[in-house]
């Protein structure tokens, strides 16, 4: 058993207040079994998240900061054979106009159903496809475009923008400038769109842009994947140190408590912590019964750990 869990460490204020006032006693005696096997530490500021960091290495997959092709992966899991080319996830979205910057925000809050996103898919598949992309449709929030161009573009994740300016993490290089002038012209397409009207009439977010992610050639994957558990990204994303609180407590009640039987029954078992900046890997080891148990009384202190990262 593999269990990789991202946003496991917050960086916002009510992140950090939510984390001084946690208790989870399975997390921690679990960590008192394991012994942190490696650590990869960058900053807030990568174009990959931790958790995708990590998770490419548990694939076996190679590729610089922000080139990592989760489209192609994801792709084939909606259907699409992603075969040789290079693939982009375009994800519907909707940006915000502040004040002072322009934020994304989480494209679950559209709640777009697959009606309204294949009728947007089609509205701009004439404008896309006239640039030489290839545009193929995954779900209501997943589509996919593939072009040669893409094998190297470097991109943030989705996971790094939402809630944040979308300026900082748009790149400058001349795939990343072309894409910018695509978003430009679909988003003067979206603007006033039947479509998007009759959405603000009932009260829902107008899908005025996409976000473009995950770009680059499939690659083989090790197996047996880790099992990721995600319940941590939407109360992190929101900000929500209450409900990101909560939600570690159901994970330290349910998974954890199950990996702490697994681990105290000698059973093979490797947990890895994603933050903002950087994740840790914790594994079993067969180190003898005195390094073991000096380990269960001598290990930092769990909160300290996710501090770190």
Same mark, same amino acid.
């Not at 490419?56 to 489209?71: I, N, Y």
């Given at each position: 058993?593999?269990?990789?869990?991202?946003?496991?460490?917050?960086?916002?204020?009510?992140?950090?207040?939510?984390?001084?006032?946690?208790?989870?006693?399975?997390?921690?005696?679990?960590?008192?079994?394991?012994?942190? !096997?490696?650590?990869?530490?960058?900053? =807030? &500021?990568? /174009?990959?998240?931790?958790?995708? +960091? %990590? $998770?490419?290495? *548990? @694939?076996?997959?190679?590729?610089?900061?922000?080139?990592?092709?989760?489209?192609?992966?994801?792709?084939?899991?909606?259907?699409?054979?992603?075969?040789?080319?290079?693939?982009?996830?375009?994800?519907?979205?909707?940006?915000?106009?502040?004040?002072?910057? !322009?934020?994304?925000?989480?494209?679950? =809050? &559209?709640? /777009?159903?697959?009606?309204?996103? +294949? %009728? $947007?898919?089609? *509205? @701009?598949?004439?404008?896309?496809?006239?640039?030489?992309?290839?545009?193929?449709?995954?779900?209501?929030?997943?589509?996919?475009?593939?072009?040669?161009?893409?094998?190297?573009?470097?991109?943030?994740?989705?996971?790094?923008?939402?809630?944040?300016?979308?300026?900082?993490?748009?790149?400058?290089?001349?795939?990343?400038?072309?894409?910018?002038?695509?978003?430009?012209?679909?988003?003067? @397409?979206?603007?006033?769109?039947?479509?998007?009207?009759?959405?603000?009439?009932?009260?829902?977010?107008?899908?005025?842009?996409?976000?473009?992610?995950?770009?680059?050639?499939?690659?083989?994957?090790?197996?047996?994947?880790?099992?990721?558990?995600?319940r941590l990204r939407a109360p992190a994303l929101a900000?929500?140190?209450?409900?990101?609180?909560?939600?570690?407590?159901?994970?330290?009640?349910?998974v954890l408590a199950q990996a702490l039987a697994q681990?105290?029954?000698?059973?093979?078992?490797?947990?890895?912590?994603?933050?903002?900046?950087?994740?840790?890997?914790?594994?079993?080891?067969?180190?003898?019964?005195?390094?073991?148990?000096?380990?269960?009384?001598?290990?930092?202190?769990?909160?300290?750990?996710?501090?770190?990262?």
């Amino acid at each position: 058993m593999h269990l990789l869990i991202p946003f496991a460490a917050p960086s916002s204020e009510a992140g950090r207040q939510a984390l001084a006032s946690l208790a989870l006693p399975n997390l921690g005696t679990l960590l008192g079994r394991l012994a942190e !096997v490696q650590r990869d530490l960058g900053d =807030e &500021l990568s /174009l990959s998240t931790p958790h995708e +960091r %990590a $998770l490419a290495q *548990a @694939l076996g997959w190679r590729g610089g900061d922000g080139g990592l092709p989760w489209a192609a992966r994801q792709a084939r899991a909606d259907g699409i054979e992603p075969g040789g080319q290079a693939w982009g996830l375009l994800t519907p979205a909707h940006w915000h106009l502040g004040t002072d910057q !322009v934020s994304l925000l989480d494209p679950a =809050e &559209l709640r /777009l159903d697959d009606a309204s996103s +294949r %009728a $947007l898919f089609d *509205a @701009l598949r004439g404008l896309v496809t006239s640039d030489g992309l290839a545009l193929h449709y995954g779900a209501a929030l997943r589509w996919y475009v593939a072009h040669e161009s893409l094998a190297g573009l470097a991109t943030a994740s989705l996971d790094r923008v939402v809630g944040r300016n979308v300026d900082a993490w748009l790149g400058s290089d001349p795939a990343a400038r072309h894409m910018r002038r695509l978003q430009s012209e679909v988003q003067m @397409l979206l603007h006033g769109h039947p479509l998007n009207e009759a959405r603000e009439a009932a009260g829902l977010l107008p899908v005025n842009s996409f976000w473009l992610s995950g770009c680059g050639v499939a690659q083989p994957e090790a197996s047996p994947e880790p099992q990721v558990d995600e319940r941590l990204r939407a109360p992190a994303l929101a900000d929500d140190g209450a409900a990101w609180a909560q939600a570690w407590q159901q994970l330290d009640a349910g998974v954890l408590a199950q990996a702490l039987a697994q681990a105290e029954r000698g059973q093979a078992l490797r947990l890895t912590l994603c933050g903002e900046r950087g994740w840790a890997a914790f594994a079993m080891t067969h180190a003898g019964w005195w390094p073991r148990l000096r380990r269960r009384w001598s290990a930092p202190a769990w909160r300290s750990i996710l501090e770190s990262l």
